[in-house]
């Protein structure tokens, strides 16, 4: 095997050990960590008019983290993701970002 090969092994390797993040073509909605309450709230009424929020409901899989930002967040990931993931579907009034590493937390993802 030639040296170029196992080097990219070894990095793969060490990044399925170590859940080290690895950057993707694939994007993600998220809450800024500076938002607050009332923004994340009124974040997660939009788009629970359009997507199924049941997942962030105790019992649902995405409910822990139980954090107001974490729910925010899927919500806002899942209202992204069902408009193409087009720039403008994250903003949420200048209170949502795009990332190229998976954010997800636990069970939920």
Do not use: K
Request: net charge negative.
């Amino acid at each position: 095997m030639s040296s170029q090969l196992l080097t990219l092994l070894f990095l793969l390797s060490a990044a399925v050990i170590y859940h080290i993040p690895v950057v993707t073509c694939r994007s993600w909605c998220s809450a800024m960590p500076s938002s607050t309450a009332e923004q994340l709230q009124s974040n997660i009424n939009y788009a629970c008019r359009y997507v199924d929020c049941s997942p962030i409901q105790p019992g649902g899989f995405c409910y822990y983290p139980n954090t107001l930002l974490d729910h925010a967040s899927f919500v806002m990931n899942s209202y992204y993701t069902s408009q193409d993931r087009i720039a403008s579907a994250c903003s949420f009034g200048n209170t949502g970002y795009i990332s190229y590493s998976d954010p997800s937390a636990g069970t939920c993802g």
